[in-house]
């Protein structure tokens, strides 16, 4: 007996940041609703709505405790540089231990 009523999920996409200021421009226009435009470009409407969001916290009218575009982009930096300077900081720990072994 096949599953009433379920839907398979939908496989993860990823956007250009292009294809988002094309979909937030359209919601901004007015011309149509979110939910139309996510219906028309096959989105789903919580997408298109955090996309709104995100390019408001950018634009610098939306004060929601969120980060813009730039501080997220910055925040993953650093964290990248911090990973790194961990195992940096480890590998020299190594090191000292094993100099300071040798020389004894």
Same mark, same amino acid.
């Given at each position: 007996?096949?599953?009433? @009523? +379920?839907?398979?999920?939908?496989?993860?996409?990823?956007?250009? $940041?292009? *294809?988002? $200021?094309?979909?937030?421009? !359209?919601?901004? &226009?007015?011309?149509?609703?979110? @939910? #139309?435009?996510?219906?028309?470009?096959? !989105?789903?409407?919580?997408?298109?709505?955090?996309?709104?969001? #995100? =390019?408001?916290?950018? =634009?610098?009218?939306?004060?929601? @405790? @969120?980060?813009?575009?730039?501080? +997220?982009?910055?925040? $993953? #930096? !650093? &964290?990248?540089?911090?990973?790194?300077? &961990?195992?940096?900081?480890?590998? !020299?720990?190594? $090191?000292? =231990? *094993? *100099?300071?072994?040798?020389?004894?």
């Amino acid at each position: 007996m096949e599953s009433m @009523g +379920k839907k398979k999920p939908r496989p993860r996409r990823s956007f250009t $940041a292009e *294809f988002k $200021a094309e979909i937030v421009e !359209l919601c901004q &226009r007015g011309d149509r609703s979110i @939910g #139309q435009v996510a219906k028309d470009f096959d !989105l789903t409407e919580t997408a298109v709505r955090e996309w709104l969001r #995100q =390019a408001e916290r950018d =634009a610098g009218t939306r004060t929601d @405790g @969120g980060m813009t575009t730039s501080e +997220k982009e910055e925040l $993953a #930096q !650093l &964290r990248r540089e911090n990973r790194r300077l &961990r195992e940096d900081v480890e590998i !020299l720990k190594r $090191a000292t =231990a *094993f *100099f300071a072994k040798e020389t004894r």
